[in-house]
């Protein structure tokens, strides 16, 4: 039988206050709320709403949470959800979770979508929107041969309007660099007279949303704009804050946020396409001073024009240029508002970006995710699956294998002992450590399978919490298992498992964790320059082709483990963000930079310079000590 657990903290806890005096000692004073962690440090899961979830259920569960050292949940709506996301039933149950969990103690979060990627409202954006959904330019090559079938039948690239965007003749030339030559664009010539012109074509299409069913049957919006997220914020955010804003902030500290991305209309896309509308091609003109349309070759693959254009663009600025223009508008557009609207509320802004596919920002678009940290309260970042650090990836075990570079593939779908996983934590810890953010949260262990274990937790636990993090947001608790819920990238920490009542403690153990590491700041005199923008001018043909790139990779992960291990403490430093707040006015301790030139293809002037008024800050004495957390586990930073 199942022994109770009285209170949300537990026994252990109980007796650690008990057996504390008065402070004698002014850093004593942290001892009782170290002992027994406050909710607003304990963790919080992702407690999904995928039921009909009525008033008794959801009083049970929080009292589940509550009695077992949790300190509040994410409400999470998610597929096999009963309950109509946003209609006033919705609320009414949103409400009854409040009252049951500020009676308990608990903390209740906000968090803004249904399912994810965040931004499309649980589909009443691009209902709403149908011109703003998320569009993508498809890369198609045609020889002669498939010309004339084209010619012989009708052909959809024919026959609605804005296709194909462009299409050019090109030849190829295996002997010189670039390989391919550009020799005319055919656009506005009937097929008919293309092969006078060669006999092999490059064609730009207009991608079609697609519809989802993770998002319900809807197609994703275009994040770029801001009507969408003018949408987003009244039919979401506004809804809660006219029903709870009273208790945003103390009762609801934060919004997560998850996932959102610059999609290329097909929601996980990990191939070829790339974001795309006449509306970016046209902002993209009045930023940079030219047609986007005329250089859409360049945006896949290096090669040469064999006619004048005006004006003549090298391929790699192109490439640049249109990242930089995603990033600008993605900010301007929707990242800049929701946190100005949660600062404006009251509420923390928190969530993650897809940062996993360091440093390309191709796929699931998303340039230089660092720089987006910048605009959360909680800067933050997920680390999926239970197999992190194993020694052995398919068997039990902790110790810590060497890091081998995966490939795009594994990549894509989050690769086991993942190199990037060190630079993703240091990422976010560095950005809460330049602008003063007190908390660093890590969605953790999702899709850990139901054979994970209290080893896993504990050994990935520790390592984020090493690493910067301190606020850990279990993934996931699930409402019901019933039918397919109970593959929807399980475990669950929950009440059904039998060593439920066993995890109360490392729940404790993290709450003190997480008290602790979020006293004090964090003094860090080496800042390194994260060459994110370096890939900007990449192709995604370049991941597994070009040596070069790849090795600028294996470097950067390279010395960024090293550092860790050699107890160099130091903050990766993002050029957007270097370009906006760089200073070394103030009275600030002098940093010394590390900015790496050779492995950076592109730094903008602004951030330069501000490395260029720390270059002479003398390089700070090695501060050796002995390192009890085991090995590999790096540098945490020096606390004060």
Known sequence: ????????????????????????????????????????????????????????????????????????????????????????????????????????????????????????????????????????????????????????????????????????????????TPAWEIVRDVTLLPMT???????????????????????????????????????FLAVTHEAYRERFGDRFGAQIPALFTDEPEISPGNLFEHGSPLPFSFWFAGEFERRNGYDLRDYLPFLFRDAAIAFETAPAVDAAKVRFDYFETIRELWVNNSVRPISQWCEANGIAYTGHYIEHQWPHPFHRTSPAVMSLYEFMHWPAIDMLETKLLRADPTGPGSAFLPFMPPNEAQRAQGAYND???????????????????????????????????????????????????????????????????????????????????????????????????SQGRTV????????????????????????????????????????????????????????????AEGGQPARRTLPLRDRHRTCGDDAYEGFDRRAAAPLPGRRRHRDRRGPGAGSRGRRT
């Not at 650690?16 to 850093?27: E, G, H, L, Q, V």
């Not at 080496?526 to 294996?554: C, K, M």
Request: charged content about 20%.
């Open 193 to 231: 007279q293309w092969q006078a012109h060669g006999d092999r074509f490059w064609v730009f299409e207009l991608g079609t949303p697609m519809t989802n069913n993770w998002l319900g049957g809807f197609a994703y919006a275009d994040l770029l704009r801001p009507e969408v997220t003018a949408r």
């Open 1 to 176: 039988m199942r022994k109770p657990v009285a209170s949300a903290t537990s026994a252990t806890s109980a007796q650690i206050s008990a057996n504390i005096t008065a402070p004698a000692d002014p850093a004593d004073k942290h001892l009782p709320c170290f002992a027994a962690p406050a909710a607003i440090y304990r963790p919080a899961p992702l407690w999904v709403w995928n039921d009909d979830m009525e008033p008794a259920s959801i009083r049970f569960q929080l009292r589940e949470l509550a009695s077992h050292g949790f300190g509040g949940a994410f409400v999470h709506p998610r597929p096999g959800l009963v309950t109509e996301y946003l209609s006033d039933a919705w609320f009414e149950r949103w409400g009854d979770a409040l009252e049951e969990a500020s009676r308990l103690g608990l903390k209740l979060y906000i968090y803004d979508e249904n399912s994810y990627p965040s931004g499309f409202a649980g589909g009443h954006v691009p209902s709403e929107l149908p011109d703003c959904l998320a569009n993508s330019v498809l890369f198609n090559e045609y020889g002669a041969d498939e010309v004339a079938r084209k010619l012989a039948n009708a052909s959809p690239m024919l026959n609605r309007p804005g296709h194909p965007i462009k299409a050019f003749a090109v030849r190829e030339t295996p002997d010189r």
């Open 419 to 517: 190199p990037a996983a060190l630079l993703t934590v240091r990422e976010a810890h560095s950005a809460a450590n330049q602008f003063g953010r007190e908390r660093v949260l890590c969605e953790a262990y999702g899709a850990g399978g139901w054979d994970s274990t209290f080893e896993d937790y504990k050994r990935i636990g520790d390592w984020l919490y090493v690493h910067g993090i301190n606020f850990l947001n279990q993934h996931l608790t699930y409402g019901t298992i019933v039918g397919a819920r109970k593959r929807d990238h399980p475990q669950s920490f929950d009440w059904r498992q039998p060593w439920w009542d066993e995890y109360a403690r490392q729940n404790d153990y993290f709450g003190r964790l997480s008290y602790a590491l």
């Open 524 to 583: 860090n005199r080496i800042a390194l320059l994260n060459p994110t923008t370096s890939s900007f001018v990449a192709t995604a043909e370049a991941v597994e082709g070009d040596p070069r790139y790849q090795q600028g990779i294996v470097d950067m992960l390279a010395l960024v483990q090293s550092l860790s291990d050699d107890q160099w403490d130091y903050d990766l430093c993002d050029e957007y963000i270097m370009a906006g707040h760089a200073s």
